[in-house]
Every structure is written in structure tokens, then in C-alpha cells.
């Protein structure tokens, strides 16, 4: 089972978080991505996922691996939803389990930026002007590409850094 | 590149009088296709609306009366006639103007010509790759030329190649050096056919592309099969951009070809699957 994984239904955080589970895991952290009603000065009334799935997920992949290597984790995943999307829901998640709360944090910040930035998936607003477009594609389309520091992330992150017993 | 005004329509020059050829050069034939039907169809991918040069006395011609014809409308001689007389038809379009008998012309030649075009000049168009000089007879000729021609008409010239010399163009480095070679005599002819017959001849492949997003909604399909001759992703992007009129630029794509990321010149295999990687928004 890849590690990167597309639902068309609303994302099960329990079950995804089961699988991060470990009895050498002190900690572990999530991120969830929420569908915000605004973005760059206007009103969103919802979103549309796209995703060149068979790409993404070897991707998506490649970023877990990197995860892995790059810091002493023991588990990730990350769910992204595709399809249409309301306001305050859940558009994609991201779970780390590790020994101890820093790398966990750090790692869950690595995958999701890289993710964002690498990952072949496009997402279409819909505003309350009755206007739409695809983010980074149209308004952006003379600019030049978004800078790595993201700024118009529609989240809110999520630490559950579970106090480490030892 | 300046916002094009106007549209483009495709024009043939099939007006010629195949003098050192001594039969009509439209009718000549490659790979079971005549000229005339060859650049007819060339033409038809690249535009939306296509006609025939003739000259009047040509218009009862069945081989050319199946397609729209544009008959002359002004005096005078030579490919310029045709040129001034669709400026004179439809004065709100530009015309990407080919001559019949390019046997090497191809959809990348065109499709570059077309995402080249500058509608701020008089013209676009290729230098020769012999001589560096402008060869008009596969370029966008603009609404503005029309003045300008009958001017340089007027006064007694009728050569379009000096008319772009002399006058504001954009010009193009030659994309292929052959692909404007045309076909006049005879021997010509068989040399042109020798080459497009033999096995060395300009692979055409039949290439899957998928589209994504804003590529999806451009293209109105989120599949195609083509027979291009492109030869890489950078080739065949310059073609469909110009076909479904794509508002992304290659330098904001990224390309997949087979389910994983490639290079912008990987060569091409018959069958590859291509993907082209609008910015992506994750998250």
C-alpha cells in the first residue's frame, strides 16, 4: 500500500492514524489541510481536487522515502482528497510517528511543503463572484511560479505532540 | 509576444502556373496524396478556417473547387496577388499563407510559426535557412500589410520577399532546414519523393497525451491520440499550444511521458504517453 494515498470520500483520520502506531513511538504529529472561504482577497465557496494519479503517487512516494531517510521517524502517510470539496472540510492530511516530538514535527512539515509544491495535483476555486480558476494556473499564469514559502496555506496545523513518557 | 488582434485563417497558394514543371504542381502526389490536399490538411490543424489561392480562371478546377476557394481580386502577377487579395477579403483576419509545394513543411514548423506570431509587425516569419532572408510564403502575413503591399505594388514591385526585407517583420530562426524547400522542376519532384518515401523520411508517431486542469478545460478533452512529427515533448507542446490555444507557457510546465516526470528533449517513441504538468496546487 503506497504511503501518498487518493480518497474520493472523506478522509478516516482514525484509521490513518492507527496505522502510524508504534511501541517505539513516543510521539506522533498530524497535519490536516482545511478548505478555507477565502483566498488572495476573494471569497471561496469550494474547491475541486484534480490529481494525475499514477504520477502523484510515485511522487508521493519518493517524498515519504525522503521523509524517512532524512529524519528518525518510524511511520508516515499522507491521504489527499480529490473531488469536490465544501468549506471546513478536511483536503489532506499528514501523520508522523517517531521516538521523539522534534523529528516528527519536522518531518510532517517536510512532507506537506513537499507535497504542495512536487505532487501532480491541481486544485480549482469556485468564489462567491461566481467566478473560478485553477490556483497557480490562471491569475498566476504571467508570474512567475509561487515562491517555496507558502503563504496562502488554507489550514491549520495540528500538533498532537503526545507528551513522551521517557 | 504582442496579444493577438485578429484571427488567423490558412491560405494555399495554389495559384502558380507550374511553368518549369510543365503539369500542375498541385496535383503532384506524396505518399498517395496530392499537394494541394497534403498542405490543405496541414494547414486545417493550425487554423479554423482554410481557403484555396487561385486564380480566377482556375475556379472551376475540380481538383481545387472542393476545397473554399479565394479568388484573385487585384492585378498583377505572382504570390503576391494572392497575399493582397485575402488581406482584401477578410480585413479583419491575419492569414498564415503557405505556397502548395512544400512537401517538408510539418505541424511543428507551423505550430512555432503560430506561437511566434508578433501581430504588432506586418509579418512573422521564417528566415530561409540558405540565406538567412525572410521566406514569405510560410508566414502570418497581418491586417496591416494590406496598405503597405498595395503601395509597394503600386509602385511597380511585386517580389513579397523584398516587401518583408523592407518592412517591419519578426523573423524566425528555421526550425528545420528543409522545411521550406519547394518543388519545381521535375527532377525536383523525384528527389522530393526519393526522400519522403524512404524509411530515413521524417518519422511521424502516434503519441497518447492526457490533459489535466486548466490544460483540460483548454483543450475541452482530457485525451487525445495524435500523429505528430514532433520529435520531443518541447515540439509537440509548441503544437498543441498552438491548436488548442493553451495560455500556459512551456517554461511553466513541467512534462511526464510514460508515468514519470522527463526531460523537455527526451526523443519520442511511437506510443509514448504524454503529460503536461500545469503549476501544481496540492494541500
Same mark, same amino acid.
Not at chain 2, 179 to 185: H, Q, S
Given at each position: 500500500m503506497t504511503r501518498l494515498r487518493f480518497v474520493a470520500a472523506p478522509i478516516d483520520t482514525d484509521?490513518?492514524? %492507527?496505522?502510524?502506531?508504534?511501541?517505539?513511538?513516543?510521539?506522533?504529529?498530524?497535519?490536516?489541510?482545511? @478548505? %478555507?472561504d477565502h483566498n488572495e482577497g476573494l471569497a471561496v465557496t469550494r474547491l475541486e481536487y484534480e490529481a494525475f @494519479?499514477?504520477?502523484?503517487?510515485k511522487e508521493g512516494e519518493r517524498i515519504l522515502d525522503e521523509a524517512m531517510r532524512r529524519f528518525p521517524i518510524k511511520h508516515a502517510l499522507c491521504m489527499h482528497r480529490i473531488g469536490a470539496l465544501a468549506i471546513g472540510e478536511l483536503a489532506v492530511w499528514v501523520g508522523v510517528s517517531a521516538a521523539h516530538r522534534g523529528e516528527a514535527f519536522e518531518a510532517c512539515r517536510y512532507i506537506i511543503d513537499e507535497v504542495k509544491h512536487r505532487?501532480?495535483?491541481?486544485?480549482?476555486?469556485?468564489?462567491?463572484?461566481?467566478?473560478?480558476?485553477w490556483v497557480n494556473c490562471d491569475r498566476c499564469a504571467a508570474a512567475p511560479r509561487h515562491s517555496d514559502h507558502d503563504d496562502h496555506e488554507h489550514a491549520c496545523a495540528k500538533g498532537h505532540a503526545q507528551t513522551s513518557h521517557k | 509576444m504582442t496579444k493577438a488582434s485578429f484571427p488567423v485563417f490558412g491560405l494555399i497558394l495554389a495559384g502558380g502556373t507550374s511553368s518549369r514543371m510543365r503539369r500542375d504542381k498541385a496535383t503532384l502526389e506524396y505518399l498517395g496524396k496530392s499537394q494541394l490536399d497534403r498542405a490543405f490538411e496541414l494547414m486545417s490543424r493550425h487554423v479554423p478556417k482554410t481557403f484555396v489561392s487561385v486564380r480566377a480562371d482556375q475556379a472551376a478546377d475540380s481538383?481545387?473547387?472542393?476545397?473554399?476557394?479565394?479568388?484573385?481580386?487585384?492585378?498583377g502577377g505572382g504570390p503576391i496577388v494572392g497575399i493582397r487579395s485575402a488581406l482584401a477579403a477578410y480585413p479583419e483576419a491575419a492569414w498564415l499563407v503557405i505556397a502548395c509545394d512544400l512537401p517538408f513543411l510539418?505541424?511543428?514548423?507551423?505550430?512555432?510559426?503560430?506561437?511566434?506570431?508578433?501581430?504588432?509587425?506586418?509579418?512573422?516569419?521564417?528566415?530561409s535557412a540558405r540565406d538567412g532572408l525572410p521566406e514569405p510564403l510560410c508566414a502570418i502575413w497581418e491586417p496591416?500589410?494590406?496598405?503597405?503591399?498595395?503601395?509597394?505594388?503600386?509602385?511597380?514591385?511585386?517580389?513579397?520577399?523584398?516587401?518583408?526585407?523592407?518592412?517591419?517583420?519578426?523573423?524566425?530562426?528555421?526550425?528545420d532546414?528543409?522545411?521550406?524547400?519547394?518543388?519545381?522542376?521535375?527532377?525536383?519532384?523525384?528527389?522530393?519523393?526519393?526522400s519522403l518515401e524512404s524509411p530515413s523520411a521524417p518519422r511521424r508517431l502516434q503519441i497518447k497525451i492526457q490533459y489535466y486542469a486548466l490544460l483540460r478545460e483548454q483543450a475541452g478533452r482530457s485525451e487525445e491520440s495524435l500523429d505528430t512529427a514532433a520529435p520531443t515533448p518541447a515540439l509537440l507542446y509548441a503544437e498543441i499550444k498552438a491548436r488548442h490555444g493553451f495560455s500556459l507557457g512551456r517554461e511553466q510546465l513541467k512534462v511526464a511521458v510514460n508515468g514519470e516526470f522527463s526531460d523537455w528533449e527526451r526523443t519520442l517513441a511511437a506510443g509514448d504517453s504524454v503529460v503536461f504538468i500545469p503549476p501544481v496546487a496540492g494541500g
Open positions: 484509521t490513518a492514524r %492507527r496505522e502510524l502506531q508504534d511501541a517505539g513511538a513516543g510521539g506522533y504529529v498530524s497535519f490536516e489541510g482545511w @478548505v %478555507r @494519479v499514477d504520477l502523484a503517487v505532487v501532480p495535483i491541481w486544485k480549482k476555486e469556485h468564489y462567491a463572484n461566481g467566478d473560478s480558476g | 481538383r481545387r473547387a472542393q476545397r473554399p476557394l479565394l479568388l484573385d481580386s487585384v492585378g510539418s505541424d511543428a514548423v507551423l505550430a512555432h510559426l503560430m506561437s511566434a506570431r508578433d501581430a504588432a509587425q506586418m509579418a512573422t516569419a521564417y528566415r496591416a500589410a494590406a496598405a503597405a503591399l498595395q503601395v509597394f505594388q503600386a509602385g511597380g514591385r511585386s517580389c513579397p520577399r523584398q516587401f518583408l526585407i523592407e518592412t517591419r517583420a519578426k523573423l524566425l530562426e528555421p526550425l532546414p528543409r522545411a521550406l524547400d519547394n518543388i519545381n522542376t521535375p527532377e525536383e519532384y523525384v528527389e522530393a519523393l526519393k
